[in-house]
């Protein structure tokens, strides 16, 4: 032990000389002590809160992410559900479209509100006739109108008249006769742009008429046809179908069948050569009342419709008509006057109970009138 002495006291002078900073250093063990004391907690409080992120979020990003793709799916149910009703209305119409083009029945029948309100925008009164005049354009209705009223179409009461289409509008025109029972109405034509065949009739509230002319020119159109099936429903609606300017379309046949260069005004032209047409004319004359009769009754058959006279006019023969006087273009016009004369009788018996009339000519307006 004695020879140990020497060390243990060198040891201890070493500690006794680190006791310094040994005592200095005391606080910051002290605090390591402390924080590693601490350590577990502080583990425990951040495995915590990991467990805890996942909790809290999750959810909440997957009830966005939820909410997003029932919105996306919503938003596309609904364009697909408009698509499908934008579909189906382009079909009903086209399904609509045909069905008035082959005479079936539409679905949608003007309602007494339509009725009311198209009797009011017409001026429609139960003391007098109605009677519209429709066909397509450029048929010669304006002109017809001006004729059975017995004016010229330069008169300052008459219709307009042009070889477009002139009249836009449903237009009015009292007959001029005194005491007359008559309002005519120049209907716009169908078949334009502005008036498609298809609504032509019910949009024009053509159904508040008594009764309805259907003037052709050349040919029968779908859109005169359309218009007699529509009149075929609508019990009250009387139909007439008139073939106009037959004295241009006779002419135009006499002058096709004559040398090239013809010219009816010719001063120099011999009597052999006007003879000649004038046979030609004729001859024609014969031959367009003739094919004009077959076609409109084909035209009526093979759309299903009951057969029905044509009466064939051009204006100069029906002012003529309208003035008793004679004219050597007649043809249907004294019988298309004595027809509607006929209806408008019929239509006031019916509504004033008034016994039994004959129909006379439309001219003598003063047995209708009031």
Known sequence: MLQAAPVVLAAASEMLAAAPAMLAAAPEMLATAEMLAAAPAAAAAAQAILVAVPVILIPAITAAWWKERCDREKAEKEAAKAAEAFRRANEEKLVTERKWLEGVRPECRPSEKDMVRMKAKYLYSPNFLHLAVVGSSGSGKSSFINAVRGL????????????????????????????????????????????????????????????????????FLD?????LRACRQFTNVEAFIVRSKSDQHINNMAYDRMPRGFDLGDPDLDNETRSRFQQMKSEGRRRFIEETRQSVQLNLESNNLSPKTVHIVCKDALLAAFGNTPSPKAI???????????????????????????????????????
């Open 332 to 370: 249907d016009e004294a019988e298309l006057l004595n027809y509607v004369g006929e209806c408008v009788v019929r239509r006031l018996q019916l509504g004033h109970e008034k016994p039994a009339l004959t129909a006379p000519l439309l001219a003598r307006s003063s047995d209708y009138a009031t």
């Open 223 to 227: 859109s005169d046809l359309a218009i």
């Open 152 to 219: 010229s179409n330069d008169d300052p009461t008459a219709a307009r008249t042009g070889i477009v289409e002139t009249t836009n509008a449903v237009t009015r025109y009292p007959d001029p006769r005194p005491n007359s029972r008559i309002i005519w109405y120049d209907v716009p034509g169908a078949g334009t742009p502005n008036v498609p065949d298809w609504q032509y009739f019910n949009d024009l509230g053509l159904y508040i008429f008594d009764c309805i002319i259907v003037l052709i020119d050349n040919r």
